[in-house]
Antibody, heavy 120, light 112 residues
Framework: EVQLVESGGGLVQPGGSLRLSCAASGFTVSSNYMSWVRQAPGKGLEWVSVIYSGGSTYYADSVKGRFTISRDNSKNTLYLQMNSLRAEDTAVYYC??????????????WGQGTLVTVSS | QSALTQPASVSGSPGQSITISCTGTSSDVGGYNYVSWYQQHPGKAPKLMIYDVSNRPSGVSNRFSGSKSGNTASLTISGLQAEDEADYYCSSYTSSSTSLWVFGGGTKLTVL
């Protein structure tokens, strides 16, 4: 059974940093593309970043230059390093993965989410 | 403002059918057959209901179906049930320079 478990969220001051983790089980994180998707309180979903099986990474313009996605194959874990955080980064952050690494069809599996609150 | 446009709300009675639209551009919905739909109950993670415009993942009820015409995709739910009440989001792969996937703003489905 595929399972994704996020951790690392919390309260951080504007300008601060936070690293989110997403521990995967039931599949290998390096075999599929994996993304971070966020949802501000009471708002819709927003794609944040992706890392492909080959290691290529891409970011939404809203986080480019501030966030870094990575993975540790030995720990089967996905990460999101978030720097220079702003109030508008406040959201529940989900990690998500696709069952088909060859197609950008969307995300079959989602974690339960971790809340990041940026506030002084 | 979301990249894809969805109605804020739709409603229907048990047993009826409803359709949720999702309008984008030729850079996303109209340009790729990578439209997906997600169901989200309050406080829960999204669940994939439709991918590649009209395909259902294993385990998703055949009461859910998807289609696309031009720049507009649609999700139809037939035989409405109380447990279908949720938020629904469409998404598409995009050739936009600002993102790789875009989402709609979400539609709140109320089962009367």
């Amino acid at each position: 059974e595929v399972q994704l478990v996020e951790s690392g969220g919390g309260l951080v001051q504007p300008g601060g940093s936070l690293r989110l983790s997403c521990a995967a089980s039931g599949f290998t994180v390096s075999s599929n593309y994996m993304s971070w998707v966020r949802q501000a309180p009471g708002k819709g979903l927003e794609w944040v970043s992706v890392i492909y099986s080959g290691g290529s990474t891409y970011y939404a313009d809203s986080v480019k230059g501030r966030f870094t996605i990575s993975r540790d194959n030995s720990k089967n874990t996905l990460y999101l390093q978030m720097n220079s955080l702003r109030a508008e980064d406040t959201a529940v952050y989900y990690c998500a993965s696709s069952e088909d690494s060859s197609s950008p069809r969307g995300f079959d599996y989602w974690g339960q989410g971790t809340l990041v609150t940026v506030s002084s | 403002q979301s990249a894809l446009t969805q109605p804020a709300s739709v409603s229907g009675s048990p047993g009826q059918s409803i359709t949720i639209s999702c309008t984008g551009t030729s850079s996303d919905v109209g340009g790729y057959n990578y439209v997906s739909w997600y169901q989200q109950h309050p406080g829960k993670a999204p669940k994939l209901m439709i991918y590649d415009v009209s395909n259902r993942p294993s385990g998703v009820s055949n009461r859910f179906s998807g289609s696309k015409s031009g720049n507009t995709a649609s999700l139809t739910i037939s035989g409405l049930q109380a447990e279908d009440e949720a938020d629904y989001y469409c998404s598409s792969y995009t050739s936009s320079s600002t993102s790789l996937w875009v989402f709609g703003g979400g539609t709140k489905l109320t089962v009367l």
